[in-house]
């Protein structure tokens, strides 16, 4: 039975079901509401199928619930209303039923899960039939299964394709066999989805704490290359005998082991908070990140040479940036996301770098903190990942140790520094034109970099000192013009 005690809290139907007894509107909540009611699951959306005048039907809700209106689909009498409330940010999407009646509406629905409805007048009358269920929904949720309601499914909208991953990985469902296999047939259809709704399914995934394995699952069916087309280039690249996969196993694992990296440090604070920052569009910096670990090593293929029986990958981080960024193009990431990604990528090896020296100079870690700004903590999280995942013959346990215990080192010294109270700049760009006569140009940036790490390493301390160093650098820079 449906918990109408439940649905008879929520402060919106009531609103909608008095509306359409006055306009003779007939209204039934689908899909979503009335599957997560059934597990017990908030939801903060609602689908409503009305049998006519659905955009209209919603304006006059937005008036009353004082939200905002926004047209979906004109030609498809499909419209939005944004609510808030206490914090919370409601959507409510009326559509006109897609056939005659809904139950050919639900006919034309997605999966079983997906393809019930109520009508809004039980809550007025309490009948039990007004709910329908022609596809055993309620029975598959029961079974914890995700299933096409026919075989058109993934034709009529090729974005389910990778929906039943998401839905799949969200609610924990088993994925039944038929569909899989119509997914996998129907793949090439994921052409024709817009990239920004690919994008939001692929974050659906890249939130869940095991998006790993619903990647691997993606790419044994031939589907994670519809979307990420670099991961063929990827497939039997292998490595030398520090590692014991090629380089898209590699990457499966490196993403398997920051989801477990998160689950070590969720007591930390300071680093929980820093992940579920949100860069944009509601992504987070965890998820952000996962999709980066899983393209670090993407450049690797084009660097590869062989050199005196070695395996060697020279400059891959930079040929990584540059594809990685490309991705970002196709899947419309914001520019956030694509420098965060750059950054993380470019950086990823730096430190590894730094665990290999006895004793980090504070040099070499103003250095890295500068480089990696708001990133410094993704890059040691990513670099720790890649090391755990790197375990072949030629690997020493001591040099894992190592490289860990450095990485948590720095994790620590990233938040304790962002803490601290900044040293006041010595010298500025004005005393660099007023003491020293310099035009403003590219060595003015060299310049006071190079006099804050000084500076931050003590080997420097006093206005004058700070002087002296600029006119070495912009002396040098001169003859460098010069012999050019």
Known sequence: MIPLHEMK??????????LAELNRRKVYLVGGYLRDLFLKRKSFDFDFAVDKGAIKFSRSIAERLKGDFVVLDK??????VIVKKENTSYTLDFTDFRGRDINEDLSLRDFTINAMALDLSCLKNAASEEFIDPYSGKSDIKKGLIKVINNRAFCDDPLRILRVFSLSAVLKFKI????????????????????????EEL?????VPNAADFFKKMDSLSILEKIIPEVNIMRDIQQGPYHHLDVLEHSFEAMSQIEKLFSELKRNKKVSVYLDEIIAA???????LKLAVFLHDIGKPD???FEEGKTKFHGHEHIGRRLASAVCDRLKLSGKEKDAIKAMIL????????ADNPDISERAIFRYFRDTDSEGVSILLLSMADQRS?????????SRIRHEKTCLWLIKEYFRRKEEKKLPKIITGDDLMEKLKLVPGPVFGKILDKVEEEQAAGEITTKKEALELARQIAAGHVKKIVKT
Do not use: C, M
């Not at 030609?75 to 939005?80: I, V, Y």
């Not at 974050?203 to 939130?207: C, D």
């Not at 375990?391 to 001591?398: D, F, H, N, S």
């Open 347 to 354: 950086w990823h090896l730096r430190p590894g770098y730094l």
């Open 303 to 305: 660097a590869i040479t």
């Open 282 to 288: 509601e992504h987070s910096r965890r998820q952000v």
């Open 9 to 18: 809290k929520n402060p919106f139907f009531g609103v909608i079901l008095k």
């Open 176 to 199: 039944d066999g038929e569909t899989l296999k119509l997914a996998q047939e129907n793949k090439d259809g994921i052409f024709s989805v817009s990239s920004e709704r690919i994008r």
């Open 203 to 207: 974050f659906k995934i890249l939130a």
């Open 75 to 80: 030609e498809h009498g499909s419209a939005r």
């Open 390 to 398: 790197t375990r072949g013959p030629l690997t020493v346990k001591a």
